[in-house]
């Protein structure tokens, strides 16, 4: 079984955000499952570089979620690729996913790469401006694209993100009960325990990403909410 079915919790840190060295040590022995390194914008080769060394101080394990073809460098463990399935843009579905992989290809270990479909549904969001996603969906639509990920393109995960703003619990609910084997992430405004259990209850994994700056200690009790024996 892959180590990333297992995952219920993880921690999104921004390349182009500063944390201080005792955060980041707070952050990576918080008994999460995994770090995921990414961000729309600002990440560079070099904050990438950066953040890669120094959560390769501890033991948990780290994906690269690529944003940016000249952002990729190898030492992750994983490489999480985005496809922005309610993107108006070929671009965040196609186009660069084929440079990429014109470039790289012969680099590829496949085993480490995991495709994200990705349904952006806050419509105040950089990811959502930058890829011009189609926010305005209806639960049908949201379910329809939770299915194709599922059945037409195989993706190992879909991803309900509403970067920046707390989402719709019945919506990440519905979209569970039509997946069986497509992992389902929600990410998006969770900065309280009792909103990460909330969405743990439906989610397979919950991303927490703004939190970790902006209230760090609070950040770090979604860990315990989603994986402890309290839930
Ligand atoms: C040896 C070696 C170099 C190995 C690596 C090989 C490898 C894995 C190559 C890559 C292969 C590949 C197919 C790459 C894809 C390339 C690519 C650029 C795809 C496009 C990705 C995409 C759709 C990006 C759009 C933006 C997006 C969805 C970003 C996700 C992150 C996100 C929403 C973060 C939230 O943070 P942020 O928006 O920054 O929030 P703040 O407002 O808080 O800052
Ligand atoms: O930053 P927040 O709002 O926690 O969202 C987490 C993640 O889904 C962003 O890609
Ligand atoms: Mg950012």
């Known amino acids: 079984m892959n180590e990333m079915t297992t995952w219920r919790h993880v921690f999104k840190l921004d390349p182009n955000k500063a944390i201080t060295d005792e955060q980041l040590e707070q952050v990576c022995e918080s008994g999460t499952d995994a770090i995921i390194v990414g961000g729309t914008d600002g990440v560079t080769l070099e904050n990438v570089i950066d953040l890669l060394a120094r959560v390769r101080r501890f033991s948990v394990p780290c994906a690269l979620e690529v944003s940016n073809i000249e952002a990729v460098t190898p030492g992750f463990d994983y490489y999480f690729i985005p496809m922005v399935l309610n993107s108006r843009d070929l671009t965040w579905l196609i186009d660069l996913h084929h440079e990429a992989v014109k470039q790289f290809g012969d680099l590829i270990n496949w ?10 549904l806050n419509d105040d969001c950089k990811a959502a401006s ?13 379910i329809a694209y939770a299915r194709m990920a599922e059945h037409i ?10 970067s920046g703003r707390y ?18 992430f929600y990410g998006g405004g969770i900065h309280t325990p009792a909103q990460a259990k909330e969405m743990a209850m439906w989610a397979d994994t919950v991303v927490v990403g703004n939190a970790i700056y902006t209230n760090l200690q609070m950040a770090l ?9 309290s839930t």
């Open 221 to 229: 009790q979604t860990v315990e909410a989603v994986k402890g024996k």
């Open 153 to 162: 393109y195989h993706f190992p995960i879909f991803y309900m993100e509403y």
């Open 167 to 184: 989402g719709d619990v019945r919506l990440v609910e519905k979209v569970k009960r039509t997946l069986k084997h497509t992992r389902l």
């Open 111 to 120: 085993e480490e790469l995991f495709v994200e479909g990705y349904c952006i």
């Open 130 to 142: 930058l890829t011009r996603a189609r926010t305005n969906v209806t639960e049908e639509d949201v």
